[in-house]
């Protein structure tokens, strides 16, 4: 896999498919979330709660991933990652694990490439660091071998912390 970190706004980096922060209702209420709603208006919003409703939930546990459609953003489709908890913790753990099952998920649908924002770094207890401990032994994973990903941080100084945490994890 080859891993780029980029400073913007991850809704303008195009690519198959965005891996997006999620809370475990699946409520656009802020941060990536927020400015996708803000975008696309509530389409997403109504697909991600039916999508609830379907299931008879009212949320899902950390680490699920949920895809949806990407109305007018420049991606195939959402993986809407949830990488906390009702309580909004979480963990390297919990985050690598949810990095993987939306990375199968992206490979399964014939992605190539990803854009992401740093998992539960937000809202979220996580650091910048601890998001490229998560990430950064999955470079060599097999199974992503053919993947791009582009991972979009606020700052010079996040992409640079971030950027040091996946060489030195990998």
Not at 37 to 54: A, F, N, P, R, Y
Not at 116 to 141: K, N, Q, R
């Amino acid at each position: 896999m080859k891993i780029r970190v980029e400073v913007g706004d991850v809704l303008t980096f195009p690519a198959d498919v965005l891996i997006s922060t999620a809370n475990p209702w699946l409520n656009l209420s802020g941060g990536v979330n927020g400015a996708i709603l803000t975008t696309c208006g509530s389409v997403i919003q109504d697909e991600l709660h039916s999508h609830l409703k379907s299931l008879g939930v009212s949320a899902i546990p950390a680490g699920s991933v949920v895809r949806s459609l990407a109305s007018k953003l420049p991606f195939k489709h959402i993986l809407h990652a949830v990488a906390i908890d009702p309580f909004y913790d979480s963990s390297i753990a919990i985050v690598r694990a949810t990095v993987v099952k939306a990375f199968e998920m992206a490979v399964e649908s014939g992605a190539a490439t990803i854009s992401t924002p740093t998992l539960a770094t937000g809202y979220g207890p996580m650091s910048i660091e601890d998001f490229g401990h998560a990430v950064g032994p999955l470079v060599h994973d097999s199974r992503f071998v053919d993947l791009a990903v582009v991972i979009v941080v606020r700052s010079d100084d996040d992409a640079r912390i971030l950027r040091n945490a996946i060489a030195n994890s990998s």
